[in-house]
Structure formats: C-alpha cells, structure tokens
C-alpha cells in the first residue's frame, strides 16, 4: 500500500496511551421497532473498530487517522463544526456532542482501524461513535455514564451526519456481552441478557454488496409514515405517543382513516413488537426450530409491509428457506441492501455459502461475501 509521507510520520511517531475497541453489531429480530420505541433484540459481533487514543502534544489540534481510509484530518478541539467528508462527522460529531454536557475534553490524536465491512448494516457508523466517546471517557476521566456516551454517539449521528437513528446500534454495540443477546425494550432504554446457545446452528452474514441509495430518503419517511400513523390516532387517544402504545385493535379501528401503506407499516410494527418477545421465549426454551421461522415472518413483513428490502436480498432470503438445514434468515439493518443475517447447521455452512454465491453471482453479477459470528463483548479497553 502506497502511504503518504505524512501519515507515515504520524503513525511512526505515535505512542499509544490508551486502546480501546468497539464492535459492529447483529440484530436477530425486531427491525424498525427502536425508533417506534419498541423491543429489539441485537448482539455485539467478533469484527471491530480498533481505537489508539493519545493526548495531542498541542493544546488545541486533534489528528486523526482512519487506516482503511488512508486518509487523516485534523480539527481544532475548541471549534468544531461540521466537515465535508462524512466519516470525519462520526468523530467531530461525537467530540461536539460530549462538549455540550461536560468540560474537560483536551486535544487528542486518534489511529483507527477496522476489519468491520462499511455500509452494510453491521454498524460501522455507530462501532465509531461509540469507541470514540468510551475513549474520550476514559482518556480524560469524564466519568459519563455508559447510557450517557450511548445518546452521545446517537445524537452525534442525528445532528452531524443526518441520519435520524434509532437507539439500536450504540446501545447494542456498548452492552453487549460475549455469549449474549441483548433484549433491549427501546422506550424506557433498558436491556436484559439472555445467554444464548445456537450450536448446533451458527450464525451467517451474507453481504450482498450493494446498497441502495433510497436507503436513508426511505428511511426517514419510514419514521414520518409511523409518526403519521401515532399523530392520527392522538387526536382522540392523548395517551398514544408512539406504536408502542397502539394495540392492534386501535389501528384496526384507524383503518379507514389510514392509506394502505401508512396501515401496512403501523402493522408490521407492532406485529415485530410481538415477533421479538416470541423470539425470547423461544431462545429460554430452546426452540430454534420457532426462532428461525419467526425470523423468517420479521423478513416477510419488512419485504411486503414496511418495504424496506431489495431484490437481493428478498433472493437470498428465498435461497435459504429452501434448505433444510437453516432455520431462519432474514435482511439486517434498515435495508435496500447490506447482509443478510442466517441460522445455518454448522455442518451445512460451507457447501450453502458456496451454492448461494454460485446462484447469486449467476443472477446479479455481484460476489456474494460472507462470515460467521458470534454474540461478542461490546466496547472496551484492550492492551
Ligand atoms: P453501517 O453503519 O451499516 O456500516 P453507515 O453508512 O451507517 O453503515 O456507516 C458507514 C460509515 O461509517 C462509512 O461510510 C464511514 O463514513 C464511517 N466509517 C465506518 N468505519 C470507518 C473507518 N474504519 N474509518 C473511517 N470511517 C468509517
Ligand atoms: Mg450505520
């Protein structure tokens, strides 16, 4: 890899003070529920962000290297403002936002690296975020809270970048805990764990490779059509703040006064709502067989009801419910592309992966990538 000279002089100048890495994450089930203030039920993964952190030798200037990128910026820490280049914005964003609720954050240097894939719905975003607060935390002794460094990085993604996330994806990728997931219930922002044993299934995450553009327009329309669906029903239930609090009654009885898509996407929520506590009970009881198809239900409703998936994606999840030796797959993350996430009997993984790519190759012209994973500890320090 060429380098330039003066990232070379950077990196070989650095001593690291402080290490810390941060997770991307999976979600299993309950997709589009956390910004509806519903359940999700996601897990840290065993791909990470790395973080070298440094008290800058300047009072004021901030270098930061980004070794996938190649590419390193610099900011002064008493005046940040919005950058062109988006990834700069995950961090610049996250430093303004801590400064708005504590003093005390001095200049710093900062060396990532990555083996999580970017833009494909394992978090990479909210992995940066994340690693950077706990860093910044940990470097200058803030004593902010875990939740606190969670809203932290979700509003640095809101006000910086301009995708109005969920909570799901910081909070998964700073609590999860090796061997667990996470049940997180997204209006009153507290979690359970639940140990999870998949042998003998493991999990599988198809990268299709292709992202959409509608991704983060249909996104946001998503939150307005649901908003719309609450507000309608509001102005005669003062108690509704959000599809948590819908039955499926109360929508049945908004029917009429709802579009068909406005009516479909309310349903889907609170039908995943369900959909999440059933994968709950099925995970302490053992029922993989129930687990997978309802996974398998979450991709329909977000195929049909929310309309959020892609064709390849609805491709590959049709591929798998062929096959006897998966129970569940699904697409992950807020769709139009990205990975697929699959519960494959071990011994089948690899002959699958290799009839999938062969079929999904043929069909689009695209290379399918893939991994398997397991439910990993979230952010952290290391040495
Ligand atoms: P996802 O979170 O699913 O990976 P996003 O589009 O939300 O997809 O976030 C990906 C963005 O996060 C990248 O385009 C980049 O701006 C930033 N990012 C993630 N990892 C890195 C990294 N190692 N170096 C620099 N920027 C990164
Ligand atoms: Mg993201």
Redesign the pocket.
Known sequence: MIMNKQIASFLNSFESQLKVMSP?RINFIGEHTDYNNGFVLPAAIDKK?TFSFRKSVSKTQCTIL????Q?LFTFSIDKISIRE???E??IVGVVAEMQKIISGIGAFDCI???D?????????????ECGIAYGLNALFKLNLSTLQMIEISQRA?HEY?G?K?GIM?QYAVMKSKEGAVLLLDCLINKHSYIEASFDPYVIVLLNTNV?HNLASSEYNTRREECEFVVNTIRKDSNNVSSLRDVTFLQLQQYKDQLSKNHYERAAYVLEENERVLAAVECLKTGNLKQFGSLMYASHRGLQYQYDVSCPELDFLVDFSETNKEILGSRMM??GFG?CTINLIHKNAVDDFVKEASKAYKEKFGIALTSFVTVPSQGTSMYS
């Open positions: 991307g962000i980004s070794t996938t990128y590419k280049a988006t990834w914005n995950y990532i690296d990555s999580l894939p970017l833009g494909s719905g394992v978090s990479s975003s909210a992995a940066l993604e970048v995708t996330c994806d992202s993350g807020g990205g």
